[in-house]
């Protein structure tokens, strides 16, 4: 460790709970794509998988552009402003799901509400890096991300099977509300001891080489994941059985971001990255070619784990390669931009090759974003 990133300041536990606290409310539509895509189908029932699939392309686009857009102005983030801001806009963007009419409506609403997400994913992102424990905070955002995982399937799928997609966003925005309070505990913005400190703009390829790597591996897991609850459906699992099965992953999800904290830079990031995303191509074969319900029960779990017990390890070699916050603070516009194009292009792809195909679409990608991810995670470890 440097010692430009020794002097950075340390992320008081009641700003990591702000900090979690916001992403989380902001971000409960996005955790429960697969349900609310479901929902939509339902209300919509003359729509074809690749038209709610481009719904689910456009929420998440918007997340990756506004992203993009923090990421290259990080010095805006000193402030309360953008998650203000950002919160409204999520709010809106519910608002206008719950009364639309129609599919482009539908389209309209979650653009809107993408955009409020983007704004503060990418700002608790640049903070948590200005962190000394940047990864420790990392893992216990992503367990955060389990806990809402497990309380979002257990409580959306229930509204779906009850009140449609009209329940579902309704759901979302409650969730949403809570933006609001938790933006006070987010204390440390404008710190005097990091406003003295020079962080150097990052200049090197390798980090961003990483960043495509991330794109084609959530490319393939968001478009994967997208259509489980329709893969689930065709092995005729209901959605509140389906939910079940979502609560069980996310209860792996707030363990192992956990134990990646835990471990620290101990392995390094390369070795864990190889590791986890290999681990995703066979948990993507068997999602996608589940031949009865108890497999299906065991690969969904495990798949939805994986990327997030990944990133605390990823995301704290890419701290520690750019003091900056830029990587950091552009992480979420590579994964929601791989993300958004998923949805679309698999729910095409599977219109025309069936779920099977979109597995193996999936194994294909995972395998070609494992030597760009190595590249600059390997840049990392040995900076670090």
């Known amino acids: 460790m440097s010692d430009l990133s020794e002097q950075k300041p340390i992320i008081k536990i009641k700003d990591q709970i702000g900090l979690i606290g916001v992403l989380l409310a902001a971000f409960s539509a996005p955790f429960t794509m697969a349900f609310n895509i479901g929902a939509v189908a339902d209300h ?216 990646a904290g835990f471990i620290g830079g101990r392995y390094g990031s390369m070795r864990p990255s190889v590791l986890f995303l290999t681990l995703m191509i066979f948990a993507a074969f068997f999602v996608a070619n589940a031949w009865n319900p108890v497999i299906f029960f065991i690969a969904i779990p495990i798949f939805g784990l994986l990327p997030i017990m990944w990133t605390p390890f990823f995301l704290g070699g890419i701290a520690g390669l750019d003091s900056s916050g830029r990587l950091a603070a552009a992480h979420p516009a590579f994964v929601t931009m791989g993300g958004a194009i998923g949805p679309m292009l698999m729910g095409y792809v599977s219109d025309y090759g069936g779920f099977s195909a979109i597995g193996w679409v999936a194994m294909f990608f995972i395998l070609i974003s494992i030597p760009m991810v190595i590249i600059g995670t390997n840049a990392a470890d040995q900076k670090n």
């Open 44 to 259: 919509f029932v003359n729509s074809s998988r690749g038209e709610i699939g481009t719904m689910a392309t456009l929420e998440l686009f918007s997340i990756s552009l506004v992203s993009i857009i923090v990421s290259r102005n990080t010095h805006l983030v000193k402030s309360r402003l953008p998650f203000l801001v950002g919160g409204l806009i999520v709010v809106i963007g519910h608002l206008l799901t719950i009364y639309a009419q129609d599919l482009n409506m539908i389209f309209l609403a979650r653009v809107v509400s993408g955009l409020g997400s983007g704004a503060i994913v990418a700002s608790v992102m640049v903070i948590i890096v200005r962190g000394q424990n940047a990864l420790m905070t990392f893992a216990l955002l992503n367990s955060g991300v389990g806990v809402a995982g497990v309380l979002l399937s257990l409580i959306v799928p229930r509204i779906i099977s009850t009140y449609g997609m009209d329940g579902a966003y309704f759901v979302h925005l409650i969730f949403s509300l809570f933006i609001f309070a938790f933006i006070p505990l987010i204390s440390s913005l404008g710190d005097k001891k990091e406003e003295q400190l020079q962080f150097p703009p990052y200049t090197g390829k390798a980090g961003w080489i990483a960043m495509f790597g991330v794109a084609f591996a959530f490319f393939a897991h968001g478009g994967l994941l997208t259509f489980a609850e329709r893969i689930g459906a065709g092995l005729s699992i209901s959605t509140i059985t389906m939910g079940n099965a979502f609560a069980v992953g996310g209860i792996l999800t707030i363990i192992g971001p956990l134990i």
